[in-house]
């Protein structure tokens, strides 16, 4: 098996880019959710620095959202003018 005949596999079965970062950007949402409850069952002293780290890990989800959208618009730019993937 070759290299070239390798990759060519690879790409059939690979998941777009574009969606794994659309659900890496749900998943934190969930974590966010899952951080922001949690930080309501610590200890007094302990929950300022808990609720930061869920709004910070709220920060991320547009991140992601936005550059899916820009990977999937890339590519459908290069799709539509020939130039496929190699």
């Known amino acids: 098996m070759t290299v070239e005949t390798m990759s060519r596999a690879l790409q059939a079965y690979a998941v777009p880019a ?7 950007s749900l998943a934190s949402i969930a974590l ?7 930080a309501k069952t610590v200890g007094e002293d302990e929950r300022p620095n808990a609720e930061r780290r869920a709004l910070f890990v709220g920060l991320w989800p547009p991140m992601f959202w936005l550059i899916g959208d820009t990977v999937r618009r ?13």
Do not use: E, K, N, Q
């Open 74 to 86: 890339a590519d459908r730019r290069r799709t539509r003018f020939g130039r496929a993937r190699p």
């Open 18 to 24: 574009s969606r794994s970062l659309h659900a890496t």
């Open 32 to 38: 966010c959710i899952g951080l922001w409850i949690r």
